[in-house]
């Protein structure tokens, strides 16, 4: 059972406005409706929307597109001019606005003005960070900005666990960068941002999993969050996959090869009430289309709400209706079975 933190959850309640909670109840009726009828049903608008700040990245970790330098897809900042006009149409809507997709958020030199711009509109804010860009200046600038909710990348609690997976990175860099968010949140009396140690569970750093817990008490984080690794190369096994199944994504079958534990189904939350916008405008149908091979629209040329219920996307919509397994992205997909395990502080 997920934990609850108090304070985080006051701060999402009381930006919920009236129009936020309707529309969040019709998109949820919408994919209820849909399953039962077996054809897509949309109403309402998305109401968490991924925007992507960067595509770069200053660390070359081995199972991200973004640190192996894969990408098809141009590298590239998201402007500011561009963001606030998408904003204009979706913020009244919105009960997430997460400011990560790919690449480093904190690469991109207007994104904490882009996160107050959202914040000053009464938007929940989130986004994701590999931590090495925390100084002191932008930390505090961090705090001021208004995000709600920041999720710090530490895959392991010594250099030389951290450095498997997190390639061409400095632990200590981001343990700082850490200690100064707390340093300035308590200076400047804020309730916000939620800090968060995310965990990537691996086999280098499972055994770490609790040196992680007190490090991040130490520090003054409010949460720990231990995550399954999504790999690319599984079937045969992979020297990533943890000793401990409760944190692998993956099962070994009879013949010894690997399988996902994911049983995929006909449909899918994240198409209902959820979408990726990446840097340049493109509409993603999820985080998992990371070269937005199946592009479903291009706000830079059409509203998202014209995107949402246009053609593109219903025939997207019908494809997973019809047969999910049949779809690239989603056949090492965790929808419906994806559990974050949070640690006790």
Not at 173 to 183: E, F, H, I, M
Request: charged share 25%.
């Amino acid at each position: 059972m997920a934990r609850l933190y108090p304070q985080d959850t006051l701060n999402f309640l009381r930006k919920l406005t009236l129009r936020r909670v309707v529309n969040a109840a019709q998109v949820t009726a919408s994919y209820y409706a849909t399953r039962w009828l077996q054809r897509p049903v949309v109403w309402g608008k998305p109401f968490t929307v991924s925007f992507e700040p960067t595509t770069a990245c200053n660390l070359r970790c081995p199972e991200c597109p973004s640190g192996l330098r894969q990408f098809t897809r141009p590298t590239g900042h998201l402007r500011a001019d561009f963001f606030r006009r998408t904003l204009d149409d979706i913020a009244d809507r919105l009960l997430y606005l997460i400011f990560y997709f790919q690449g480093e958020p904190y690469i991109n030199p207007d994104f904490l003005d882009m996160v107050k711009e959202a914040s000053d509109r009464g938007v929940y804010t989130i986004t994701s960070t590999n931590g090495h860009f925390l100084n002191d200046a932008n930390a505090r600038r961090t705090i001021e900005s208004g995000l709600d909710r920041l999720i710090i990348s530490v895959d392991g609690t010594t250099q030389e666990v951290y450095e498997q997976y997190r390639k061409a990175g400095n632990l200590e860099t981001v343990l700082q960068g850490a200690r100064n968010l707390v340093k300035w949140k308590k200076a400047l009396n804020s309730p916000t941002p939620h800090l968060i140690f995310q965990f990537l569970v691996v086999k280098p750093n499972e055994h770490q999993m609790g040196e992680v817990v007190r490090l991040a008490e130490e520090i003054g984080i409010d949460e720990v969050k231990f995550k399954t690794a999504q790999l690319y190369d599984y079937e045969h096994g992979n020297p990533l996959m943890p000793e401990n199944e409760k944190y692998a994504r993956y099962y070994r079958k009879s013949d010894g090869t690997y399988a996902q534990k994911n049983k995929l189904q006909n449909h899918c939350w994240k198409l209902w009430h959820s979408c990726v916008i990446t840097w340049d405008g493109l509409v993603a149908p999820c985080c998992f289309d990371k070269d937005v091979t199946h592009r479903l629209g291009d706000v830079k040329q059409d509203s998202l709400h014209q995107v949402w219920e246009g053609a593109a996307y219903n025939d997207f919509r019908n494809r997973l209706l019809r047969g999910r397994a049949e779809i690239d992205i989603c056949q090492n997909c965790t929808e419906g079975c994806e559990v974050w395990l949070g640690a006790e502080l």
